[in-house]
């Protein structure tokens, strides 16, 4: 069966600080990959996603970059946090095809101080 | 911006009662979604309807799609203390990529 991975389960950074956020699926191999975040109160917000290794499309401009080194694996990075970086972090996977369900992960809260 | 949007934002009810929860969306889409998230935890996939389905049953899960009205309804039978989460919908639309998520019904269930 598939799983996917995400650590840490939380995170509290100084303002100015890098940042890196690893996800990791098992169980299927060429999965759909994405970061969203999630404000408090707030739907899910969609930052990157990507459909094969090296391939990363971003939806909202911002201090954040992702990459896809393996197949399997994901990251978020910053090089410089700031105040409004923090939230909730969810990784995802699904499927090639239209009708697939999406996979989280169980989330980064990460702070900024 | 987001492309669903849950009505009503919070709903409290005391168990054994139903919970309907309604999402409208504003451009065509291939299917939709509903998810459900405990506080403090990844969402977890519940249903998924396709654009030409018009209701669709899972357990005590009930959705109904009207793609004349953009619109769906997420209906929970019989609820249970445990169903106390935030339920989001979803839509898939011309990209087979991305889903966009609306902003979420906080559901109370009162033992």
């Known amino acids: 069966s598939q799983t996917i991975h995400q650590w840490p389960a939380t995170l509290v950074q100084p303002v100015g600080s890098p940042l890196s956020l690893e996800c990791t699926v098992e169980g299927t191999s060429n999965p759909n990959l994405y970061w969203y975040r999630q404000a408090a109160g707030r739907g899910l917000q969609l930052l990157f996603y990507s459909v094969g290794i090296g391939q990363i499309s971003s939806e909202v401009p911002q201090n954040l970059s992702a990459s896809r080194p393996q197949d399997r694996q994901f990251i978020l990075s910053s090089k410089k946090l700031l105040l409004s970086d923090s939230g909730f972090y969810l990784c995802?996977?699904?499927?090639?095809?239209?009708?697939?369900?999406?996979?989280f992960g169980n989330g980064t809260r990460l702070t900024v101080t | 911006s987001q492309q669903g949007e849950e009505d009503p934002q919070a709903l409290s009810i005391q168990e054994g009662e139903n919970a309907t929860m309604n999402c409208s969306y504003k451009t065509s889409i291939n299917n939709l979604q509903w998810y459900r998230q405990n506080s403090g935890r990844g969402l977890v996939h519940l249903i998924l309807?396709?654009?030409?389905?018009r209701e669709k049953h899972s357990g005590r899960l009930r959705v109904t799609l009207d793609t004349s009205k953009k619109s769906s309804s997420l209906l929970i039978t019989a609820s249970r203390a445990a169903d106390t989460a935030s339920y989001f919908c979803?839509?898939?639309?011309?990209?087979?990529?991305?889903?966009?998520f609306g902003k979420g019904t906080l559901l109370t269930v009162n033992p």
């Open positions: 979803a839509t898939g639309g011309g990209s087979n990529y991305k889903l966009t």
């Open positions: 995802a996977w699904k499927e090639g095809s239209y009708n697939s369900p999406l996979h």
């Open positions: 309807i396709r654009s030409n389905e």
